[in-house]
C-alpha cells in the first residue's frame, strides 16, 4: 500500500452540519480539535473544512442536498437525531476530557466508565457524548493493552 499525502492519515471522515461554521468553533472548544482549513462560499456557507486531532482529520461541512452522487448529506438535526456512525478518538486524560466538553455544552449519554474485554484483551475508560447538532463521539483512555 503506498503511503498516504503528508498531514493525512489512512482514514477520515466528513461529517455535514446546519450550520457549519457554528460548529467548527464548537468542535474546537469543547473537544479539543484544531482548525487546519476552511473554505468558505457563497454567505460565509462552509463548502470544505479539516479539522485535525493528533494525527486524525476530520472534515466538516454544511449539509447538502442533491448531490452529484445522488446522496443527501446531512445533520442529525435534519433526520430526527439518527445517526449512522459515530466517530471515536483516544485522549490522555478521558475525565478532564469529558469535563471539558460538558462545560462547552456537550450532551454526555454515556458518563465516563471503564471497558474492560477481559485479560486477553485490553481496557478503556470511555464516555460517549451527543454535540448540539446531534452527532455521535466517543472519547476513550486506554488503561491496559492487550495482552
Not at 103 to 126: C, F, L, M, N, Q
Request: aromatic share 12%; charged share 25%.
Amino acid at each position: 500500500m503506498n503511503p498516504t499525502p503528508p498531514d493525512w492519515p489512512r482514514l477520515s471522515s466528513s461529517l455535514y452540519y446546519r450550520d457549519g461554521a457554528k460548529m467548527i468553533d464548537w468542535l474546537c472548544q469543547a473537544y479539543g480539535f484544531a482548525l487546519r482549513l476552511k473554505v468558505e462560499g457563497e454567505a460565509g456557507r462552509i463548502e470544505h473544512s479539516e479539522l485535525t486531532f493528533g494525527e486524525a482529520v476530520v472534515m466538516v461541512g454544511d449539509e447538502r442536498r442533491g448531490t452529484p452522487w445522488g446522496v443527501d448529506l446531512l445533520s442529525p438535526a435534519s433526520v430526527g437525531g439518527a445517526n449512522t456512525q459515530g466517530l471515536m478518538f483516544y485522549v490522555d486524560d478521558v475525565d478532564a476530557h469529558c469535563a471539558r466538553a460538558r462545560a462547552a455544552g456537550a450532551r454526555i449519554v454515556a458518563e465516563p466508565a471503564v471497558h474492560d474485554y477481559g485479560e486477553d484483551y485490553w481496557a478503556d475508560r470511555s464516555y460517549g457524548t451527543l454535540d448540539p447538532e446531534g452527532h455521535f463521539w466517543w472519547f476513550s483512555q486506554r488503561l491496559r493493552s492487550q495482552a
